[in-house]
């Protein structure tokens, strides 16, 4: 087959496990640049992998496999994304398995698994972060899905790598009004899924607002490694799937081994941006109260909702 | 003579016997040879189910059986599909049931009465979708009616809360019924026949308004049995109280007769109809599968739960069938036959997943006497083995891969996406809610069977019920895993269905489109195309989880064991069982956020302690979500009832004389009428 589409999948997740706590230490980096703060550097959270990694595994009394499994289930589905997503290019060997919902359906099993573990420690704190993430998940994973239906309606497929070339062939689509809108409620629930500022702050452990960290109180060692990187991955995946919608310019369509190394180049300074971008936004932002955050769910909800109706009436005139 | 005529007269003669078995047999033996004989008759009427399924049809007619009219009988593959799906949920649960009732003692399930009624029961859900004519339908649409009653009231002894069940199911099934009778009435009058080929042909001919009357009324009927809102009052409270094996019938089986009933009724007699049908059919379904998963979310009594996510599930099947009704009225037959087949498919995982929940919840009921969530907990580790069924059902039920109700919504959702090609306001303002409505209900889900799972069978027992607990019997426990082979089976190959959901599509006149074939779904219309391929997904992720362990093992230098630690507890000493989340705690942020479509009732009751008004000696507190569309539509009409009633006492104030003065009255009054009338 296609030795292009390979070795464009393998850099892709390659890039993607090798940048996403590049990712999280540019952020770290560049949010303590503008507190005016030294930071830690961006390597600091490759060594924190590995120290985590290097130290004994432990397992908290009371707990069994959804505890024991959650970890690594976590990282498993963040990593069959990764190969899924279309950051670098839409003809790669597993274009046709990339369907949408697939792709949102695995997310959630991913933040599932991890309540599930939360509630598994029997503890207030584990079954708190679970009730919370839910909650949130509850209302973050239509938004997401319905989100990227407005922009499926005008390429006529769920398929994401057709939506990635069709809106890369097509750049009217993004600035039509279902494009816009679907833009501003997926960037709100992409920041309520990877747990970022004003949802969840990934860098607190008060119990009156923590959520991700409540649920993962109880990991250490080489589990607590996998979680974070889990974390990391998502939130790198989610960004590139942000970038490869709403900015599809530069990825590679065809077999050409120059085109897919210009898209990886691209991927990379794309999501760099988005990551940055967000950083020096959560300078700014403080969190919501925690039961604040369902009005700008739902605000982003009704956003998606009208996006998807927009398409439709405007597809239903126009794209026919 | 061909398979379903043969596999059927067994079905009826196992069921008979299987009646007569439980009447007699004492109750040492009484459970064993009832089980096997409605397993018996499951397997009868589930293998004329798959024949039909098969692509053979089969009609008959017996005209002695009943007088006037005489029984019919046809058996297609819509028919066969249900049959199909009731012949597997019978067979496992039979099989489950026997080891429920060996445990049992004489009463309940296990009581003459109950194990009599049962095969009947059975037989009753495999032979209605074989139903031909109007009198044969209604005949055992009742006689199901009343078995299923019967075994609801089995446990009446052990719990009050079972006749007040009984008497909302007994009650909420008859209008149901006065409601098809009525509606079955105008129809067969209109049509000149009562058979369902005199329906079919003549239902042409009918003015529009008559048809819409038709339709109205059984579909209201129809979609009563399925329990979708507002008629839905019976469903959450039938569903707990009656035995778990019932349950599991009666949520797996029975409620998809309704939809039986809708597609037999709406597609294939009348032959589609306006939009406004289909819309109506569409609200309904949409109301039901948000407002059900809501109600699932905030109960922690695990088969009212299992009950509302019924309502949920059956709400996103009549969606699919309100939308292609709605795209067969725009005349796209393919698109419809789409839809059709999703919710048809979802029937079926739905039956799989639904079944496996409630025997799970009955091992749960049955080894420690609690059904409420918060009062369980800890399961895991004393009833490995059923946990790990519940986590296969549940995984099912909250819609993600690699469970089998991926699939079906999957299909439903493309099934509406693509509704683009049908051009007109109504579908783009329907279409993207009726979205909406799945992705909201599917991430509810996901919330409801994590609390479901995590609060009920992990962590710790909260309760002496749930730390006592023991594992099930060994048949309940091959029930269980005959229907999560099922599950697993439709979640990975869902092919193994192969043609049989095109025939069952193609049976109300729909071309199928093939969308199940081989190991995975494919969409393929004139302007779609979309994949899915279960077991890939499931082989990906098996590969990431094997890389990610071996990594993890690799990177640690040392070889190390896991060693136990003490869970974090702030230094105050190890934290209690009472310290843990509770089904009501974790449902808490939800209720906050649906506040006002749940408008829950809160009741804070501080005592001070007598000295100061700042020492509180007691704090109350009381946390009720009611059923809202309940208090409100019913509420009212119960009240006026027994208002009536009570001003009606009074007319009877125990003078034998004035009794006999009413009837006098009431005679002298009627043949004056008769008199004045001619």
């Known amino acids: 087959m296609n030795t292009v589409g390979y070795t464009a999948i393998v850099l892709q997740v390659g890039a993607v496990v090798a940048g996403a706590p590049l990712l999280t230490g540019l952020m770290r980096q560049t949010r303590a640049r503008l507190e005016g703060r030294a930071g830690a550097g961006v390597l600091q959270p490759w060594r924190d992998v590995r120290k985590l990694l290097r130290k004994e595994p432990i397992t908290p009394v009371g707990t069994g496999p959804a505890f024991r499994w959650a970890p690594p289930l976590l990282v498993a589905t963040s990593l069959v994304l990764a190969v899924l997503v279309p950051l670098i290019s839409t003809d790669t060997p597993v274009r046709g398995r990339a369907d949408l919902i697939v792709v949102v359906s695995l997310l959630a099993l991913g933040t599932l698994a991890l309540a599930l573990a939360g509630l598994d420690t029997g503890t207030a704190f584990g079954g708190m972060g679970a009730s919370r993430e839910m909650a949130i998940a509850a209302l973050v994973e239509p938004t997401i899905l319905m989100a990227v239906f407005a922009l499926s309606i005008p390429a006529g497929s769920t398929n994401l790598p057709v939506i990635v070339a069709g809106a890369a062939d097509q750049p009217a689509r993004l600035t039509s009004p279902a494009g816009l809108l679907a833009i501003a409620a997926l960037a709100v629930a992409v920041l309520a899924e990877s747990g970022r500022l004003p949802v969840d702050n990934p860098a607190t452990h008060l119990e009156l607002t923590m959520v991700h960290e409540a649920m993962t109180l109880e990991y250490a060692g080489p589990d607590l490694a996998l979680v974070e990187f889990g974390a990391q991955l998502r939130l790198t995946v989610l960004l590139g799937l942000l970038a490869s919608l709403f900015a599809p310019w530069g990825i590679a369509t065809g077999a050409s081994l120059a085109a897919v190394l210009l898209a990886l180049l691209l991927a990379v300074l794309k999501v760099a941006v988005l990551g940055m971008a967000l950083a020096a936004a959560e300078v700014f932002w403080a969190k919501l109260r925690l039961f604040r955050v369902p009005e700008l769910l739902a605000g982003s909800f009704l956003l998606a909702l009208l996006a998807v109706t927009a398409s439709y009436f405007l597809g239903g005139e126009g794209g026919q | ?678």
């Not at chain 2, 529009?208 to 109205?216: E, N, Q, T």
């Not at chain 2, 996406?417 to 209900?441: C, E, R």
């Not at chain 2, 008004?613 to 509420?635: G, Q, S, T, W």
């Open chain 2, 1 to 678: 003579m061909s398979l379903i005529p043969a596999a059927l007269a067994t079905a009826t003669g196992l069921g008979v016997a299987g009646a007569a078995a439980g009447l007699v047999l004492p109750q040492r033996v009484r459970g064993a040879v009832v089980g096997v004989l409605t397993a018996g008759v499951g397997v009868a009427g589930g293998a004329s189910g798959v024949a039909a399924l098969g692509g053979s049809r089969w009609s008959a007619e017996v005209p002695g059986l009943l007088p006037l009219a005489g029984t019919h009988f046809a058996v297609d593959a819509l028919s066969g599909l249900f049959m199909a799906v009731a012949g597997a949920v019978v067979a496992a649960v039979a099989v489950y049931g026997v080891g429920y009732v060996a445990g049992h003692g004489a009463h309940g399930l296990g009581s003459r009465g109950a194990q009599a009624v049962l095969p009947l029961f059975a037989l009753s859900l495999l032979l209605v979708p074989a139903a031909a004519s109007v009198s044969t339908f209604l005949l055992l649409w009742e006689l199901m009616a009343l078995t299923s009653l019967l075994l609801v009231l089995a446990e009446h002894r052990a719990r009050p809360a079972v006749r007040e069940a009984a008497v909302w199911y007994a009650v909420m099934t008859h209008l149901g019924l006065v409601l098809l009778l009525a509606g079955f009435m105008v129809y067969a009058a209109q049509a000149g026949g009562e058979t369902f080929a005199a329906l079919r042909s003549g239902s042409g001919a009918m003015s529009p308004a008559v048809r819409g009357l038709v339709f109205v009324l059984t579909a209201v009927a129809f979609s009563s049995k399925a329990g979708l809102v507002p008629l839905h009052a019976w469903l959450p409270r039938a569903h707990p109280e009656a035995p778990s094996a019932v349950s599991a019938l009666m949520s797996a089986a029975m409620v998809n007769l309704g939809v039986y009933g809708l597609v037999r009724v709406g597609f294939d007699l009348l032959g589609g109809g306006p939009a406004w049908w289909w819309l109506l059919a569409m609200a309904m379904g949409g109301l039901s599968a948000v407002y059900g998963i809501l109600q699932a979310a905030m109960a922690s009594d695990l088969k009212r739960l299992l009950a509302y996510s019924t309502s949920e599930n059956m709400g996103l099947v009549v969606l699919g069938v309100g939308a292609a009704g709605l795209f067969d009225h725009a005349g796209n037959k393919a698109l419809a036959g789409l839809a059709l087949a999703a919710a048809l498919l979802h029937v079926v995982n739905h039956s799989a997943f639904k079944a496996l929940l409630f025997c799970a919840a009955g091992s749960v009921l049955r080894a420690t006497g609690e059904r409420n969530l918060d009062l369980l907990g800890g399961l895991r580790a004393r009833m490995p083995l059923t946990t790990g069924l519940f986590a296969l059902g549940a995984l099912g039920a909250v819609a993600l891969p690699p469970g089998n109700g991926f699939i079906s919504e999957w299909l439903l959702l493309q099934s509406m996406i693509h509704g683009l090609a049908v051009p007109g306001v109504t579908t783009a303002i329907v279409l993207p809610v009726a979205v909406a409505v799945i992705a909201l209900s599917s991430g509810l889900a996901a919330a409801v069977f994590v609390k479901a799972l995590g609060v009920g069978f992990f962590a710790r027992p909260r309760a002496e019920g749930a730390a006592a607990a023991r594992e099930s019997p060994l048949l309940m426990l091959a029930g269980m895993g005959l229907l999560a082979a099922l599950c697993a089976a439709l979640a990975l190959v869902p092919g193994l269905l192969g043609d049989g959901l095109d025939r069952a599509v193609e049976a109300v006149g729909y071309p199928g489109t093939r969308p199940v074939s081989g190991g995975g779904l494919q969409v393929r219309l004139d302007e779609v195309s979309a994949v899915l391929s279960p077991l890939w997904v499931v082989a990906t992720l098996t590969v990431a989880l094997g890389a990610v362990t071996a990594t993890v093992r690799w990177a640690g230098r040392r070889r190390q064991r896991r060693t136990r630690a003490r869970l974090w507890d702030c230094g105050g000493g190890a934290p209690t069982p009472r310290m843990a989340y509770t089904a009501t705690s974790f449902a808490e942020p939800l209720q906050r956020v649906f506040d006002d479509v749940l408008a829950p009732e809160q009741d804070v009751d501080v005592t001070p302690v007598r000295e100061s008004a700042y020492l509180v000696e007691r704090v109350k507190f009381r946390n009720r979500v009611p059923d809202r569309i309940e208090h409100r539509l019913y509420r009212p009409v119960l009240d006026f009832l027994a208002a009536a009633g009570q001003s009606a006492r009074r007319l009877a104030g125990g003078s034998v004389h004035a009794y006999l003065g009413y009837g006098f009255f009431g005679l002298v009054t009627l043949l004056v009428v008769l008199v004045v009338g001619w």
